[in-house]
């Protein structure tokens, strides 16, 4: 029976068998390409992606940019496309209707059916989707770089990449992580996005969410998990390490502040794009496609700046219906630390707000950096001292990216030669 | 009043005991269950500043309204200036320097 996606549809993997990818790209012309694009393509291939089977073609950028639709009706809100310079496509020879091999690294990834060739105007694209054409944006300046023409059309990967350590057991596809939800025996499933190493306001917005998505469900057993879903994408220097986000999640379950049946972390590849609102909405697309039932959306929800209202993310998801998304959004308000309360506790319960102290994961990171040690109730010693961990074992000795980390670092993953 | 910016200058084992040396422990202020920190005002022009002069600093614009993230030698220095003048605002001091 077939596992239905994001908008409906069944997810289906369009992956090659090792035998006939060999046969298939023989011939075809060799396109490198740049870790962003191989990542959109393991995700297009794998199905976190559902119902894309490509790149975008340009009546599907425009309807996404314009509607927040493809073209079939489907919720999407980032345009995932293919981009080359006029001097690659005359050098290459491409035209629509070829079929070319992307390959990263020196190794095939994928065979691309081009569909379509296109130019679009980016500062209309950035306007679309991220409300500002202001190049600080760190959307708005990727969609200005990207090249003068944008390639849609099909792509089928041709060899299943090799997910490096840390992260192997992290990495779930979206047929996987049903799996693994089935076995755990959860009905409902709560999902954090994260690209943060935890605090205990995470902590509490996972738990709080938890709580919510349970709902009416029995409790003889535990029937609702939260799947924390780390992004890993592009670093920028002062960022934590991918590495500490990845088990800095996963030690709060072994260190017991989640119990073994309620927790599950994972990975997805993406670059975070910062939209905000539409991020939000992308993010609700990727988990479901998960076949994770709802998602918490906090303050500010991968936002940057102050590009959009704090709640933007929370008010979106009233232009949907259930038919549009089939996932529940969980919105949450903050979690801050009161001192007359003595706990972190939530702004839709505390009334001490003259009182309150917020945290964020910065001001840790600030605090780490002063060479200080956060209190466990603001911060797990097992995540600090794990942070710690992971500077001298991954880190080159720092938590924090460095130049020196983005150069030496084991890569998140390869592709095989075939 | 015009509104201030923070910067949290957290105070580990080793600058505590420099503040007690100097008599100044009670510029201090206790934070997040316990957190001794020293919350260093600026303005909205010294804040700009910090961050053109430090791209590697944060303005946390979303949640705490503070300046995070200065490199450590920085705000190592900032703390020294705390001390020498006795005073938390030295903020306009430290940008001539």
């Given at each position: ?16 068998d ?13 396109i ?14 794998y ?44 050098d290459?020879?491409?035209?629509t ?8 690294q ?15 105007n ?8 991220y ?9 708005v ?13 099909k ?12 992260f ?17 025996g959860?009905?409902?499933?709560v ?11 995470h902590?509490?917005l ?26 890993i994408?592009?670093?920028r ?22 119990r ?15 939209a ?17 039932t709802?998602?918490?959306?906090g ?10 209202d704090?709640?933007?993310?929370h ?28 706990e ?19 001001l ?31 880190g080159?000795?720092d ?7 983005l150069?030496?670092?084991?890569p ?7 | ?54 791209p ?21 220095q ?20």
């Open positions: 029976m077939s596992e239905i996606g994001h908008g409906g549809k069944p997810i289906v993997e369009r992956i090659l090792p035998g006939k990818a060999k046969e298939r790209i023989k011939g075809l012309k060799e490198p390409v740049r870790e962003q694009i191989a990542v959109e393509v393991i995700d297009i291939a199905g976190f992606f559902s119902p894309l089977e490509g790149f975008m073609k340009k009546a599907d950028v425009e309807s996404v940019c314009k509607k927040m639709r493809l073209t079939d009706g489907t919720v999407w809100s980032i345009p995932i496309v293919f981009d080359l310079s006029d001097k690659e496509i005359s290459y020879g491409i035209k209707g070829d079929e070319v091999l992307l390959t990263y020196g190794a095939p990834i994928a065979v691309f059916e081009i569909e379509d060739i296109y130019d679009y980016k500062q209309e694209m950035a306007k679309d989707v409300g500002t054409t202001e190049e600080k944006h760190p959307g300046k990727r969609t200005y770089q990207y090249k003068d023409k944008f390639l849609g059309g792509i089928t990967m041709v060899s299943k990449p090799i997910i490096n350590e840390p192997t057991p992290f990495f779930l596809t979206p047929l996987e992580m049903r799996k693994k939800i089935k076995e755990k959860w009905i409902r499933t999902a954090h996005q994260t690209r943060n190493v935890p605090h205990t306001g902590e509490w996972m738990k709080g969410s938890w709580l919510s998505a349970y709902g009416e469900l029995p409790v003889e057993k535990m029937v609702v998990g939260v799947v924390v879903n780390a992004i994408g592009e670093k220097p002062g960022d934590y390490i991918d590495e500490a986000i990845v088990l800095c999640h996963d030690v709060l379950r072994k260190a017991g502040y989640f073994e049946d309620v927790h599950l972390t994972s990975i997805s590849l993406w670059d975070m794009r910062y905000g609102p539409r991020e939000a909405v992308f993010h609700a697309a990727l988990r479901a496609n998960l076949g994770i709802h998602h918490m959306f303050r500010d929800h991968a936002g940057v700046g102050t590009y959009y704090p709640y933007d993310a008010r979106i998801f009233d232009k949907f219906s259930e038919k549009d998304l089939n996932i529940k959004p969980v919105r949450v308000l903050e979690w801050w630390y009161c001192p007359v309360c003595a972190v506790t939530y702004m839709g319960l505390c009334a001490h707000k003259d009182k309150i102290q917020n945290f964020s994961g910065t840790i990171r600030s605090i780490i950096q002063d060479g200080v040690k956060p209190p466990r109730l603001i911060f797990r010693p097992e995540v600090f001292d794990l942070i710690l961990e992971c500077a001298e074992k991954y080159q000795g938590a924090f990216v460095t130049q020196k980390y150069e030496n670092r084991n998140v993953f390869t592709f095989p030669k075939l | 009043m015009a509104e201030t910016f923070p910067i949290n200058v957290w105070i580990n084992e080793e600058r505590y005991a420099k503040l007690q040396a100097a008599g100044l422990a009670d510029l201090c202020q206790e934070m997040l269950a316990g957190l001794k920190v020293l919350r260093v005002p600026t303005t909205a022009e010294q804040r700009d500043e910090l961050l053109k002069r430090y590697m600093a944060k303005f946390d614009s979303a949640t705490t309204k503070s300046i995070e993230l200065l490199p450590k030698a920085v705000k190592d900032i703390f020294d200036l705390i001390v020498e003048k006795k005073k938390v605002d030295v903020i306009a001091e430290f940008l001539k320097k």
